[in-house]
């Protein structure tokens, strides 16, 4: 019932504004939505773009002693994939880094615009 509502404001306010009024929790449901609708195809493609920011970022944030705080990064691409806006869960430095790098990179062109999705890191000791 949640997201039918946003979903609704999304339409009566524009998408420029609907996003701009998203929560965490908010871009992260849209995000598991949007990747749940993905072919197989279209979900591999995307965990490729994922796999290759999350190795950039992990390698451009990387510290001597990182704070392994699991994280969350939600993204919404444009149609080219570009990201223009990002949520965090986390707030260990490498969280805010690696919100940071992912602000400024691409991924692979999403089947529509906007288009949510999110990259989860937890570590195990």
């Given amino acids: 019932m949640k997201l039918l ?4 404001l999304a339409l009566l306010a524009g998408p420029a504004s609907a996003a701009a009024g998203l929560e965490y929790a908010e871009a992260k449901s849209l995000a598991d939505a949007d ?3 993905l072919s197989p195809h279209q979900r591999a493609g995307l965990r490729d773009s994922q796999a290759a920011l999350l190795a950039s970022g992990t390698a451009a944030c ?3 002693a990182p704070d392994l705080s699991a994280l969350a ?8 994939g570009k990201v223009v806006r990002t949520w965090l869960q986390g ?3 490498l969280a805010i880094c690696l919100r940071k790098h992912a602000a400024a990179r691409w991924l692979s ?5 906007p288009f949510y999705t999110s990259i989860e890191v937890s ?3």
Wanted: charged share 15%; proline share 14%.
């Fill in 5 to 8: 509502a946003l979903v609704t």
């Fill in 62 to 64: 990387a510290t001597p």
């Fill in 35 to 37: 990747e749940a609708s």
């Fill in 73 to 80: 990064v939600v993204m919404e691409l444009d149609a080219q």
């Fill in 109 to 113: 062109a999403p089947p529509r615009a």
């Fill in 91 to 93: 707030n260990s430095p």
């Fill in 123 to 125: 570590f195990s000791k």
